[in-house]
T-cell receptor
Framework: SQTIHQWPATLVQPVGSPLSLECTVEGTSNPNLYWYRQAAGRGLQLLFYSVGIGQISSEVPQNLSASRPQDRQFILSSKKLLLSDSGFYLC??????????????FGSGTQLSVL | QKEVEQNSGPLSVPEGAIASLNCTYSDRGSQSFFWYRQYSGKSPELIMSIYSNGDKEDGRFTAQLNKASQYVSLLIRDSQPSDSATYLCAVGRSNYQLIWGAGTKLIIKP
């Protein structure tokens, strides 16, 4: 069966510090991978998605970036965190992104607090 | 602006009663409709998906879709305290075009 791992679970970082969140998927090949952010009381906001190694699509211009160095690894990064980067970050995977009936499976999430 | 709207709640329902959650959307081209459950501090978990007009039942859950009126609803029968969570509605044309509602907080009172 497929599993998705995301770490760390919580993170407290000072403003201006770098960020690296990692997500890996097991039990499937060539998954489509997503990074979402959820602010308190808000809906999920898609940040990045990837359909293959090195292929990254950005949905929201910001100081965050994503990379997919391996088939089942997805990394979210920032060189300098802002206060507004605080939130609950979720990695997810699915099958064909063009399909209309593919389920999203989420990792356990990272609660990021930028102080 | 494509939107998905949900009443933020909280919606308080007695144990054993039917909980009714509603979601409206603006994009008439939407083809996929999902309900996710999210416990506090946890990640969302898919509980129902629906793609055509009408009702879809799965255990105690029933999803209802009306594309003409642009709404999708979720009914939870025989509500249990473990159903207390935030329910997120997601609507879209594909997985990378999903638009998410802010969620409705449901409280089941014993």
């Amino acid at each position: 069966s497929q599993t998705i791992h995301q770490w760390p679970a919580t993170l407290v970082q000072p403003v201006g510090s770098p960020l690296s969140l990692e997500c890996t998927v097991e039990g499937t090949s060539n998954p489509n991978l997503y990074w979402y952010r959820q602010a308190a009381g808000r809906g999920l906001q898609l940040l990045f998605y990837s359909v293959g190694i090195g292929q990254i699509s950005s949905e929201v211009p910001q100081n965050l970036s994503a990379s997919r160095p391996q088939d089942r690894q997805f990394i979210l990064s920032s060189k300098k965190l802002l206060l507004s980067d605080s939130g609950f970050y979720l990695c997810a995977w699915s099958g064909d992104p063009d399909a209309t009936n593919e389920k999203l499976f989420f990792g356990s999430g990272t609660q990021l607090s930028v102080l | 602006q494509k939107e998905v709207e949900q009443n933020s709640g909280p919606l308080s329902v007695p144990e054993g009663a039917i909980a009714s959650l509603n979601c409206t959307y603006s994009d008439r081209g939407s083809q996929s409709f999902f309900w996710y459950r999210q416990y506090s501090g946890k990640s969302p978990e898919l509980i129902m998906s629906i793609y055509s007009n009408g009702d879809k039942e799965d255990g105690r859950f029933t999803a209802q879709l009306n594309k003409a009126s642009q709404y999708v609803s979720l009914l939870i029968r025989d509500s249990q305290p473990s159903d207390s969570a935030t329910y997120l509605c997601a609507v879209g044309r594909s997985n990378y075009q999903l638009i998410w509602g802010a969620g409705t907080k449901l409280i089941i009172k014993p």
